[in-house]
């Protein structure tokens, strides 16, 4: 590991204005990622700022949004009884991440910035886009199974590892941040992660020194009928080969309102608009569940060694559909 310089930020004012005056500096809250990336070589800030001690671990239920915070560990998040209840999915999606462990020390704000889990990306001895722009990428040409086949360009083909914001941007979430100027945004969470296109090491639209804050997810009846689905090589500790989120609206059997997610299979969160939009007015049933699953997955690309996955994420969804059909709420 490199050596590096490290403050403990007071509050998140200071973070902010530490970090904007160092382009070479990282947050630090949990450090399940980050710890690791530079014990490896993959990043080597010459800063760090402490954020693990700022006041923003509350969970707070208002009478239309939810509002967690930065902060907030995973595990924290995954048993809150108000989260199980009314968003049984993003409770399902933690607790099949990581460890016990590790829950109990990734943040929110951690698991929305958490890098991918290429093996390229994780070799400083390959060529790796994201890691070093215009170097290439050996995932493309490489064993490539764990890859992305949606959102992917000739650039760039990792997949996005977090089952937490697979749920979140189904829940349409919205991340809150402060600015170095001391402004704040908003900014769903559906358009926060980028797709690699030309610049993969560009992941984020957040700029230098901004600050996740916490996040919103607003209360909506329909997300109590929800469910996530992970499917991997083994039952635990281990990265989703394809997952979904989903939450159904019925009327007996005819679905009034539908919300899909996939993990595992894109470069980012990946939200389903048009299996949205296919299971309106439709009843419930394997038909349906299929054409929506078709549609998430119409743009798919597979490379050599992950054309698996489009079937398999196809089957996923329709398996997390059929048992959030079955629930009682």
Request: overall charge neutral; hydrophobic content about 45%; glycine content about 6%.
């Amino acid at each position: 590991m490199k050596p590096f310089q490290y403050h403990q930020a007071a509050g998140p004012r200071e973070a902010v204005f530490a970090a904007a005056q160092n382009p070479g500096a990282m947050f630090l809250a949990g450090g399940t990622t980050l710890v690791d990336l530079m014990k490896i070589e993959v990043l080597t800030p010459d800063s760090i700022i402490g954020v693990n001690n700022l006041p923003l671990a509350e969970i707070e239920v208002g009478t239309e949004t939810v509002r967690v915070g930065a902060n907030v560990r995973n595990s924290q998040l995954a048993w809150h009884p108000f989260i199980r209840e009314w968003f049984p999915v993003l409770s399902e999606a933690l607790l099949s991440g990581a460890t016990t462990q590790l829950r109990n020390m990734a943040t929110v704000a951690g698991n929305i910035m958490q890098r991918t889990r290429c093996a390229y990306f994780r070799n400083v001895h390959t060529a790796c886009n994201r890691r070093q722009p215009a170097s290439g990428c050996d995932a493309i040409s490489g064993f490539n199974r764990t890859h992305a086949v949606l959102g992917t360009s000739e650039h760039c083909i990792a997949t996005h590892p977090s089952d937490m914001c697979v749920a979140m941007v189904m829940l349409d979430a919205q991340i809150h941040t402060l600015r170095p100027d001391g402004t704040t945004s908003s900014i769903p969470l559906a358009e926060f992660h980028k797709l690699p296109g030309d610049t993969p090491q560009i992941e984020t639209v957040l700029e230098r020194g901004e600050l996740i804050t916490h996040v919103t997810l607003p209360r909506l009846a329909m997300t109590r009928r929800s469910h996530y689905l992970k499917v991997r090589d083994r039952a635990s500790y281990e990265f989703a080969l394809a997952s979904a989120a989903v939450a159904l609206d019925l009327d007996g059997d005819v679905i009034r309102g539908a919300r899909l997610a996939v993990g595992g299979i894109a470069t980012k969160p990946w939200r389903c608009w048009e299996s949205e939009r296919i299971l309106l007015g439709h009843r419930a049933d394997g038909d349906a569940f299929r054409d929506a699953a078709e549609a998430a997955l119409a743009g798919a690309i597979g490379r050599q060694h992950n054309q698996f996955k489009i079937e398999l994420a196809k089957r996923t969804l329709v398996r997390a559909l059929t048992t959030a059909r079955e629930l009682t709420v």
